[in-house]
């Protein structure tokens, strides 16, 4: 870690002062009896727990029963150790249709936290699209819109800001999943006020930390991060290598667990949003959701391990 962006890190962690601490949910108890970790999403101060799932490739399942069944219980885990924030777009192909088949078939649904985008060139096109995905999971509202890897983000901010003001939206926001996007995300920023933004933050691309994160602190705005494990890389980063004996001291039980304790104990940082279609890793992952998380030293210790891999 460059001494730059500890330094920056230090300066909003003290305007933050206890907004980004953890606290808990009650109502749901891990195997330990813990309750798990949440964050307050700082538009509103409503409680989000930090661990929440994509569906980029690993929903997109088509449109067979044979190929959907075995998505449901790992969306039944999700939900039963206390996950909320579904993350999809009209982009990954049969996702949404295929999370509107698991919602309907899963029993504890009543913590969904509902996550789309508008992903499309046209500006008449993006309220319609969201309708559509809507349909396509079968609730009555999203509670997050974002605009798509910034496309056409002034056009659709315009349509976001309609459909919040009506009630349609509960929050909107803007992602990027390219670093070449950093600058304008950044201009959109601190430009607009957004409720949420979305961006890429693991071990393999700490440049987040140089601007967007302490803009989006700065902001009071949410952070959900996507590609926490970057794409499934640092797996194989760490392949056959042990879980070192000191991430017991955050309550760590496997590379899944360090990896997202990593991100999500980012003072910035709101959701992190791993992808899996495997119940087993889906279990793995939300054990993330409790227990210790690192604090600075810690986090710092992590990176040296991971540099020195």
Known sequence: MSSNAFVQRRRFLAALGGTAVACTLPGIASAEGDAPIVRRIPVSGEALPPIGVGSWITFNVGSAAAARAP????????????????????????????????????PNRSRLFSATKIW????????????????????????????????QWEAHLETL??????????????????????????????????DFVQFTYNFADRSVEQQLLPLAAERGIAVVINRPFD??????????????????EFDCANWAQFFLKFVISHPAVTCAIPATSQTAHMIENMGALYGRLPNADMRRRMIQQMEAL
């Open 120 to 151: 499309t060139f046209s500006k008449s096109a993006g309220a319609h699209q969201v309708e559509t995905s809507q349909a396509l999971w079968g609730i009555p509202r999203f509670d997050l819109v974002h605009i798509h890897n910034m496309l």
């Open 161 to 194: 800001k309609e459909l919040k003001a009506a009630g349609k939206v509960r929050y909107i926001g803007i992602t990027t999943s390219h670093g070449r996007g950093h600058a304008e995300m950044e201009r959109a920023l601190t430009r607009e006020r957004f």
């Open 231 to 248: 794409g499934g890389d640092l797996f194989s980063v760490v392949a056959k290598r042990t879980l070192p004996p000191w991430a017991r």
């Open 71 to 106: 998505l449901v219980p790992v969306l039944q885990n999700f939900f039963d150790r206390g996950g909320a924030m579904i993350d999809s777009s009209p982009m990954y192909g049969t996702s949404e249709s295929v999370i509107g088949y698991l919602l309907a078939n899963v």
